[in-house]
């Protein structure tokens, strides 16, 4: 936990209401996420119980499955789950669009938009993987077929699922992970996952603090979880006997209706609240503005559907159990790749995120104090312009001289550091300020045009209060990885090509 957080957790207890960590959402929310509220029955292996899904608010589609131990019931579930999610994510096939390629030489098209799915927590995406790796490999024709639709919606969960990992992605997201990365709550990050605790710090009824809202929130029968397993005492007392019911009701068709009946509307009872919930936390996310490299990311996820999309078309095969090392390689190197990137995009959209790292002496901001917009550094074998500038700041200043620093208002213009020099002033001391005042001198670079005089605005000028930090949102070149025939001894050696049966 970084230490504005913790502050932020100790004043949400202070204040009894969440505390805001963002300025700016730091993800995409679709016009028309479709969301999807699990329940598993406890003690199975992600056996499908129910799911209310839906992507209007006021028309939710509720699946039930009378038992879940029975195999056949759980893949007709699928095939029912399958055909609310697949046309859906048809619906984002409609229109292309071009977007250049190698520097403008080529184009490529990608969808306009792409399909979002929200879960309401990490147990959720636990749901959606599970489910997705025990259907996308079924048969359907053979012995125990199942509908062509089943391995359909297996593929495209796994393929949702594994881009939840990726960082900064927003195809897949849990309602706990996207209000947690706005708002700290006076709870711990455990309780945080308990949607109805976490809506309950973040927007408080009227009267109440955030901490009695949240255990409020603790009591099953007013807020059902959706963990995606159920309570224990909705177990024994209402579920057990509810399925035991339908089942002894084999050779009577007016009591299975009813045993059926029975079991959907205490199931139902058990969705709705998380379903609301849900949707309200939807209404909090949309009402933050956006970030600015948030349309980049979503720009990624849309490449990312379309090159999936076009892998289905084209008949390529589903997912590997298992990658092989030179995948699982490259897959691990993308995702550190994109962890990096979106830890620098988030700090350069949000003063607030920005504002840890100057607390850690990763960044620093000051007014600047000089300016010498035209300056030219003729000591090399041709002059070139390089400003400087000075800034005077309070933050602690970690970086040497020759460090590279970047500026969130400039990101395209590279700054490196003089000197630094440290002065302490006595009225500031007076003042509890021990540390003083830094004053650092920078000489820029980029950002310019290629003329000798920088246009107005790309120097910073006199009394502009800026941000600088190490954190850069440059280009990240990919590793060099061998190609799968060139997989070392050490590691399995070359993959054994196996076709599917």
Do not use: C
Not at 372 to 398: A, E
């Amino acid at each position: 936990m970084s230490t504005l957080r913790a502050l932020a957790r100790a004043e949400a207890v202070a204040a009894g209401v969440a505390q805001p960590v963002a300025t700016v959402r730091h993800l995409h929310l679709s016009e028309r996420p479709l969301v999807l509220v699990p329940l598993i029955l406890a003690g199975e292996a992600n056996a499908p119980l129910a799911v209310l899904v839906g992507d209007d608010p006021d028309r939710p589609t509720l699946l039930v499955v009378p038992q879940p131990r029975n195999r056949d019931q759980r893949f007709a579930f699928a095939a029912d789950l399958a055909a609310v999610v697949l046309p859906y994510l048809d619906g984002h096939r409609g229109v292309v669009e071009a977007v250049p390629a190698d520097r403008g030489r080529e184009v490529r098209h990608r969808y306009v938009d792409a399909p979002q799915v929200l879960v309401p927590n990490p147990g959720g995406l636990d749901f959606v993987r599970l489910l997705g790796r025990s259907t996308r490999f079924r048969r359907t024709d053979g012995e125990y077929p199942v509908h062509p639709s089943v391995p359909l919606l297996g593929r495209w969960l796994t393929f949702l699922a594994e881009r939840a990992e990726y960082p900064g992605s927003s195809l897949l997201l849990a309602m706990t992970d996207a209000l947690g990365l706005h708002w700290a709550t006076g709870q711990s990050a455990l309780e945080d996952q308990h949607l109805p605790a976490l809506l309950g710090w973040i927007a408080p009824p009227p009267g109440t603090t955030g901490a009695q809202a949240a255990a409020q929130a603790e009591d099953p029968a007013q807020h059902p979880p959706a963990g995606p397993a159920t309570d224990p005492e909705f177990d024994n007392g209402v579920l057990g006997p509810a399925v035991d019911a339908w089942q002894a009701a084999q050779d009577d068709p007016v009591a299975r209706r009813t045993a059926y009946a029975t079991l959907e509307a205490a199931l139902h009872g058990q969705l709705v609240p998380t379903w609301a919930l849900m949707w309200r936390g939807v209404a909090l996310l949309r009402a933050l503005p956006p970030g600015a490299r948030v349309a980049g990311r979503w720009a990624a996820d849309r490449d990312a559907f379309t090159g999936y999309a076009e892998h289905v078309d084209a008949g390529g095969q589903p997912q590997p159990r298992r990658d092989s090392a030179v995948a699982a390689a490259q897959r691990l190197h993308r995702l550190e790749r994109a962890l990096t990137s979106y830890a620098v995009q988030r700090a350069y959209d949000d003063p607030l995120v920005l504002a840890d790292h100057r607390l850690t002496g990763e960044a620093f901001a000051g007014e600047v104090t000089l300016a010498d917009p035209t300056r030219i550094d003729d000591s090399g074998k041709r002059p070139v312009l390089r400003p400087r500038i000075m800034l005077v700041t309070t933050d602690p200043v970690l970086v040497k001289p020759g460090t590279a620093l970047y500026s969130p208002t400039r990101p395209a213009q590279k700054a490196r550091v003089v000197f630094v020099t440290r002065s302490d002033v006595p009225e500031r001391r007076n003042q509890g300020d021990a540390a003083g005042r830094t004053e650092v001198v920078l000489e820029l670079s980029g950002g310019m045009g290629r003329s000798m005089t920088p246009p107005p605005g790309s120097v910073p000028e006199v009394g502009e209060r800026l941000t600088y930090t190490t954190l850069s949102d440059a280009f990240l070149p990919a590793g060099a990885f061998p190609a799968p025939e060139e997989t070392p001894w050490t590691h399995g050696g070359p993959p054994v090509d196996v076709a599917p049966d």
